[in-house]
């Protein structure tokens, strides 16, 4: 089996595309712009809802469900909202069919129309904080921790697997507070238990910073995120966390009586991760032979594979990996043994690095006479012949150590791609022939962020939460500023 | 606190309506038809989320995920199933809103009208298998066995919490197979899987059958399901499983080339439960008081209050309770210590109640004094004085208890709700004075069906699967009859 996956030197973007539906992890379905998320890919998808739902819960929150629709006129209760949200969205207008004349095509029933349309929910703050007045009276009603589990819907044009899609799957968390200075430690709290994820879990390293004004969430006073880089040198937004200040309580009315008997309006947060981040799982790890997997979120974590010419020997392989697996089950370390007689060795090591298996074990009858396995990386392409006494402690240890070199990998690239510009040229000269964050100097204004991205198709990343003060320059303007911030080209 | 609760002799469906919303399971939101799912709520469903998906996976199914909306077109391919599904159902029209003229409202943009309407999905059979036409080519693709956890919509005109509602959550098992007797095999298999999660998780008896022909799915050949019976002796489908033949393969031409070489329609199943459980779980465990929850779906198996007048007697309650809570914590057992000191352990005891935790753990100064709880059931209203030392394992008995009591209880009274007519007027009598199931000969004609829902209300929930072959004259029409079916009045 060939792969017939275009080289990532080749064309980046075709390479991804190609690699998503051949790693069978997605692929386009029927209805335009939408996806179908496929068994392999989904699992992935459920071992980081696991993980994360695991961070939620330990940090007080717990999950519900908001209603799919969102009425109409809830969108024009939070005025700057609707302009990020309402615009381009699946509106639900009727609520029948009807069989046609000709008996058989069904038609939209015109007598059914909708007193109010629905809009499919782009984000859910609107009918959350409808619910949440109820909910409301006193602080001892406060804080509210809860997270969503949920479909959402933004009508894009232009759609890719994964990365834009009108239809994604995402966990909205929805924060009330009962001051201001609760709700933004939750809004940084959120951005940590990201950070942590997308770092320690998905093996990402990420550039924790605020967004400017012109990038912030539609409704919010602030808006952290998490931003990654690609191996194409573009950036990838992973997280958002925002701090919304009382906009969305004003708007729907939602106060309590504080400790002092006052009416006050509540302070709230929200924060959401995607499906998108299997794209960025893909194009921060993934090479011209396949998928590369972190162990962490590998559905499949050691294939075996027995190499054989006699039916005897294929008895005695499975007897010798029976003994293995039987660890391995203890340990938690998801295996495959794959002993179908439909497919060749050969076929299935193509197979399984393909789909990024980070370990793969053959064992053949030199194998049995010598008491060995030979243990192959997917990362690394190493191959080790490890004795079958030492073989359990050997693959739980090389888990660990593909998942950290994944890590250190990525992060190597990364922070080679962090560069300074001084100048609006040396700007330009980056971009075009290095790519990656580039840190320089803005002087504050969103006219300058749009002139520059005008020009450039380059956006402000964000601002660092960790920068240095530094006096400087904006590259565009001259005009004076205080400390850099991160351009780059993005998904 | 008072309750307030009807009580569930005066109006049972009152009872109902009011436990939901103060229980805190889940409430009405501003859509039409369309529940919040409350996190108490919530945190149930998860747990039978949990185990079913344990169990799909331990029977060989993968989790995936198709769009939310489905091609107007792609109903009318499976004749049947457009009228079973497609008419009652939300339509998208359009694609983007703009804002109105007065610069404030926002309205739809007739600019932005989709070609071809979309259907929120009602059920997926015809995405999925408009998907799986491209997955299969030959028997070595098959089985297909894929479960979807997803929200779906139907338009109900009249809308209960959980019982009916517009949009609900809801797995779907959707299965491809190269053989008729696979998927008959795959259908009963599911059925049970769902008739033991519902026996011994939910502790909710359940009998096992197959519909008529008038209540199959639209689209199936066979349709398997799971009845169980509420206390006020109305049936409640509560999980059903599919044979749909070639149905969907021929309406969405797949085919697949078997072992011969040769080219056939490919099998397929479909098997479905939902958050409608969740009003099975109330209307079979609770009572007056509030919720009754088995300790397995019991989101707090245990609430421990402590009753004190001084710091200093608290600062003591605390660390006996933490001898206890830590091997809570080794035993995963559920727990929560409720040391708030806003309210008193009379109103804690109240609440607990009304949410149906299992197990209430009281330790006051005199219990300190002897080295003793006292621990009170949920459901027995029991109460019992434990000894420090025995506590953990009485606690650890004692919810196995409260399951097997539970379902104990439950099979009870379900066994003494089947009863046999053997005319039409005894028919009535029972259905009227007695309700519950009614066993009865049915001469195996829609007409008569319809005819006794017509004049009773009263369907045929199923026909038993283990039915015996008995000969019988039928209740309406005398005609000659092979076995009694289950008839009911239903939710």
């Known amino acids: ?35 179908v998320i496929k068994p392999y890919g989904y699992a992935i998808w459920e071992k980081m809802q696991a993980e994360l739902d695991k961070k939620f819960k330990e940090t007080g929150h717990q999950n519900a469900y908001f209603p799919l629709f969102i009425p109409k006129s809830y969108f024009s209760k939070e005025a700057s909202h609707v302009d990020g949200f309402a615009k381009e969205c699946a509106v639900v207008t009727h609520y029948r069919l009807k069989t046609g004349e000709d008996g058989k095509t069904i038609e939209v029933d015109p007598e059914a129309k909708l007193e109010e349309e629905l809009i499919v929910r782009p984000t859910s703050e609107t009918i959350i904080w409808d619910t949440y007045r109820k909910w409301i009276e006193s602080y001892r009603d406060l804080p509210i921790l809860v997270n969503q589990w949920a479909n ?95 906009n969305f309580a004003k708007a729907f009315d939602v106060k309590f009586t504080n400790q002092e008997g006052k009416q006050e309006y509540v302070w709230a947060t929200s924060w959401g991760v995607s ?37 005897e020997q294929l008895e005695e392989i499975r007897e010798e990996v029976k003994k293995v697996t039987d ?41 049995l006479e010598n008491g060995t396995f030979e243990v192959a990386r997917r990362d690394t392409f190493t191959k080790e012949i490890v004795a079958k006494d030492d073989i359990v402690t050997y693959v739980q240890d090389m888990l660990e150590e593909i998942q950290s070199n994944l890590f250190n990998k990525a992060k190597t690239y990364r922070d080679s791609h962090i560069t300074e510009a001084n100048s609006f040229e040396e700007f330009k000269d980056l971009l075009e022939n ?49 400390g850099r911030v991160l351009f780059a080209k993005a998904y």
Chains 1, 2 share one sequence.
């Open 1 to 35: 089996m060939s792969k017939n996956i275009t080289k990532r030197s080749e064309d980046y973007s075709k390479w991804y595309n190609e690699l998503v539906v051949k790693a069978d992890l997605a692929e386009n379905s029927g209805v335009r712009g939408c996806m």
């Open 152 to 246: 959402v819907v933004r009508w894009e044009m232009r759609t890719r697997l994964f990365l834009r899609t009108a239809e994604f799957l995402w966990q909205e968390g929805h924060t009330a507070h009962a001051t201001e200075k609760e709700a933004v430690a939750e809004a940084e709290q959120m951005l940590d238990v990201y950070a942590d994820f997308a770092e320690n879990f998905m093996a990402i390293p990420v550039v924790k910073g605020f967004k400017t004004e012109n990038e912030r969430f539609a409704g919010a006073i602030e808006t952290y995120c998490i931003e990654a880089l690609m191996q194409d040198g573009k950036a990838l937004q992973a997280g958002t966390s925002h701090f919304l200040g009382q």
């Open 275 to 311: 499906t998108r981040l299997m794209g960025a799982l893909v194009m921060t790890h993934s090479d011209d032979n396949g998928l590369v997997l972190p162990p962490n979120l590998a559905p499949i974590q050691v294939v075996i594979v027995p190499i054989h010419k006699t039916d």
């Open 327 to 367: 660890q391995f089950k203890k340990l938690n370390i998801s295996f495959k043994f794959d002993d179908r007689t439909t497919f060749k060795p050969g076929w299935k090591f193509n197979e399984y690095e393909l789909k990024g298996v980070p370990l793969r074990v053959a064992i053949g009858p030199k194998d």
């Open 434 to 482: 290095k790519g990656g964050f580039i840190s320089a100097h803005w002087d504050g204004t969103i006219e300058t962020e749009e002139k520059i991205k005008d020009l450039t198709k380059a956006t402000i990343r964000c601002i660092p939460i960790d920068r240095k003060e530094e006096d400087g320059i904006c590259i565009l303007t001259g005009a004076p500023s205080k």
